[in-house]
């Protein structure tokens, strides 16, 4: 059973700068996983931000970006506003099979 | 601009099938896959499978035993049935639009059924 692993929760300052990161129990994260993030605020359908490791969707903000860290995928927030306050899913495609992580819940405070 | 609006019965017993719907409007329905991923009340997300317009189908190996996607190319329409349902199943179904064309990606996404099982 593979597991998806990210940080359960994080909290960043306005303004300041946040990496979220998620990991496979298979092994190191590479781009043929192709690594997309979604934000899903309290009562909303799941938002699409970045899809094979580091492409942004024509509505993904600047200050949102893709990337490998380490064997894991990440998602980074530079100049974090109130409104990024919300629930990050990653999710691993596993040649036909899709994989989503537990979650993030990022803290503006 | 591409819009999913899903619909279904809310509402199930025990042993009941699910059965949800899945419009799309707007864009191409043919090259893509049509997906349905489910979200119990407070917990994370969950792939259940995908169909694209041949009817060529993915599915989670956990559900794989009672989910069933279908397409009608006719209607760009794909349906979800899950059989033998139980508490367990009870989570906010959404459908959504995905690719693997070079690389995997979801974008669009419906509105969200929520289904509950229920005695």
């Known amino acids: 059973q593979t597991v998806v692993t990210q940080e359960p929760s994080l909290t960043v300052s306005p303004g300041g700068t946040v990496t979220l990161t998620c990991a496979s129990t298979?092994?190191?994260?590479?781009?043929?996983?192709?690594p997309n993030w979604f934000q899903q605020k309290p009562g909303q359908a799941p938002r699409a931000l970045i899809y094979?490791?580091?492409n942004k969707h024509p509505w993904t903000p600047a200050r949102f970006s893709g990337s490998l860290l380490g064997g894991k995928a990440a998602l980074t927030l530079s100049g974090v506003q109130p409104e990024d306050e919300a629930e990050y899913y990653c999710l691993l495609y596993y040649g036909g099979a899709v994989v989503f992580g537990g979650g993030t819940k990022l803290t503006v405070l | 601009q591409v819009q999913l609006q899903q619909w279904g019965a809310g509402l199930l017993k025990p042993s009941e099938t699910l059965s949800l719907t899945c419009g799309v409007y707007?864009?191409?329905?043919?090259?893509?896959?049509w997906s349905w991923i489910r979200q119990p009340p407070g917990k994370g997300l969950e792939w259940i499978g995908e169909?694209?317009?041949?009817?060529?189908?993915n599915y989670n190996p956990s559900l794989k035993s009672r989910a069933t996607i279908s397409v009608d190319t006719s209607k760009n329409q794909f349906s979800l049935e899950l059989s033998s349902v139980t508490a367990a199943d009870t989570a906010v179904y959404y459908c959504?639009?995905?690719?693997?064309?070079?690389?995997?990606?979801?974008?669009?996404w419906g509105q969200g059924t929520l289904v509950t099982v229920s005695s």
């Open positions: 298979t092994g190191a994260v590479t781009s043929g996983f192709y």
């Open positions: 707007g864009g191409s329905f043919s090259g893509y896959y």
């Open positions: 094979g490791t580091s």
């Open positions: 959504a639009k995905a690719w693997h064309y070079g690389d995997y990606g979801i974008d669009y």
């Open positions: 169909i694209n317009h041949s009817g060529r189908t």
